[in-house]
């Protein structure tokens, strides 16, 4: 290998020259351009004959130097003239990064266009919302063109598979709820209470309410990435060109398994979460499971298993459209396909809790208490 | 033409085998690249054409076979033995493989930053500055998201990044796949006018047979597990490998060379 770049300062008939030995490549200059900026005043020539190799970097470091001192370049062989040559002609300003807005300016602009962003998610939503009620319609006018086994086998991913994580994350939040209701009410000496609170908030609430944030992340984004993914790569185009709707083949089928599976997995969820509190009782206070099962037929009203029923399908449509809006958003970009799912989960949750808590004051003045 | 007995090959490839489960891609695979050419390695779908540039490159390890790039062993060795070696290479994926929060010039600037920490902001700024142009961009891409580059710019950004090193030896993985035929013979200008000017040796994966005609030294040709014969496209018509005849002879084969012909006469080149 050649040795490293190098260069010595001569006079020749009374003007200053600079001599560059050595290999003027990117693995050899070094510190090269740092001491050239050290060099002052003007040159009248650079001098390559003796350098030994020369690249891009080594030709656009000497052409600078020459083009700031005013200098010739004199000794170039073959091989560097035409590299000086051709950064020459790709000597143009290139901006490295696009020009920074004032940070005042830039704060407005961004809120003005998240707030817009937001507009017309919501509106898209609902104009999504109803396109699939009238794909719904249609179905129901000719019901030969639904899919049923396209709806059988998300009940399957949606549902059955659901089945295992959703009974476990129940029963460890039926036993958290037991165990944190007997602490606190112990110091009232009505532990028996507690009784009341697993019964009546998982029914009314956190069965269905956990199962829906399940739902949202183990669902509501699987819409989000499988129909981002089938836009990307024309999918859904491709039949849409056949004929075949894609509200009716892709969402319906996916948005009707979120609304039929939710109640039924809301009720699965309660259900084991009241068993959990009722292991947690039976072997910490040492109360049997019948004692524990006919205080809970006391007190809680049949109304509260309502509340919890009537909830779920509506969280349910809300998981299954929001999960295949978002997917239907995506345009042509794989990173969009993340950013879209991940949206579909947040505003799942979101508009879930939203939803939730006018349930809450509606059940409360029709006197579902 | 550049005597190829006196130098050693640049790339070296012997007994190459590679595998997916009970699929068998290559075996006993052998090729050399030398200094200076544009080899051109065709093969049909499946050949496991992108399969043998990712073993050169290390991405990929093989079942069995050795791999020297500049004389330097490529299998077994971690990424900090063979840093000297991949300094002198670059490499352009099919997509470009842009970093996607990065502008392009910041792309172009990422190798330099990884091998040369020491240079001075304001040269590696200068130095992205004329590789995107030298590459053939508008400077006004340079500060511009890959996300806002139509296909050609988005290749033009990912060879303007494989040749920030000024790397000797340069992987271009189906270059001109997706371009219009304007964008890919300026595509093809570029990489002779690069190979010239550079000095560079190109490791060219296509399947456009007008490239092949307008700039390959030496066309390699990948089937039935190997490559079953090295050399000019003329030296390849001479052979009597069905694949070949068809490739090179088709409709498709045929209309590439005349075009070339055609070129040949009007540029008067011989």
Known sequence: MAGSADFVEEQDAGARVIRFSGALTLAQVQDLPRRLAGVGGAVAAIDLSDTDRIDTIGAWIVRRFAREHGAEIRGASEDARRLLEEVDRADQPVKVRPDQRPPFTRVLDEIGAATAQAGRTLLGLLAFFGAMLVALGAVIRHPRRFRWTALVQRLEVVGVSALGIIGLMSFLIGIVIAQQGAVQLQQFGAEFLTINLIGRITLRELGVLMTAIMIAGRSGSAFAAQLGTMKITEEVDAMRTIGVSPMEALVLPRVLSTVIMMPLLGFYSSLIAIIGGGILWWITLDIPPVSFVQRLREVVPITDLYVGLIKAPVFGLIIGLTGCFQGMQVESDAEQVGLRTTAAVVQAIFLVIVIDAFFAVFFERIGWI | ??????????????????????????????????????????????????????????LQTPDAGEIEVFGEPILGRDLDETVNVRKQWGVLFQGGALFSTLTVAENVQVPLKE????????????????????????????????????????????????????????????????????????????????????????????????????????????????????????????????WIQEYFKGPRGRMAAIAEDRRQETEGVH
Do not use: W
């Not at chain 2, 590459?135 to 296909?151: I, Q, V």
């Open chain 2, 1 to 58: 033409m550049i005597d190829f007995d006196k130098e050693p090959p640049i790339i070296r490839v012997r007994g190459l085998g590679n595998s997916f489960g009970e699929q068998v891609v290559h075996e006993d695979l052998d090729l050399d690249v030398h200094r200076g050419e544009i080899i051109g390695v065709v093969g049909g779908s499946g050949t496991g054409k992108s399969v043998l540039m990712r073993s050169i490159i290390g």
């Open chain 2, 115 to 242: 091998f040369y920490p020491d240079l001075s902001p304001e040269l590696m700024n200068e130095i992205a500055a004329y590789k995107v142009v030298m590459t053939g961009l508008p400077p006004e891409a340079g500060p511009k998201y890959p996300a806002e580059l139509s296909g050609g710019m988005k290749k033009r950004a990912g060879l303007a990044r494989a040749l920030a090193l000024d790397p000797q030896l340069l992987f271009l993985d189906e270059p001109t796949a997706g371009l219009d035929p304007i964008g890919a013979q300026r595509f093809d200008e570029l990489t002779r006018s690069l190979r010239d000017t550079l000095g560079l040796t190109v490791f060219l994966i296509t399947h456009d047979l007008d490239t092949l005609y307008a700039i390959c030294d030496r066309v390699a040709v990948l089937a039935d597990r190997k490559v079953i014969a090295v050399g000019t496209i003329d030296e390849l018509l001479a052979l009597d490998h069905p």
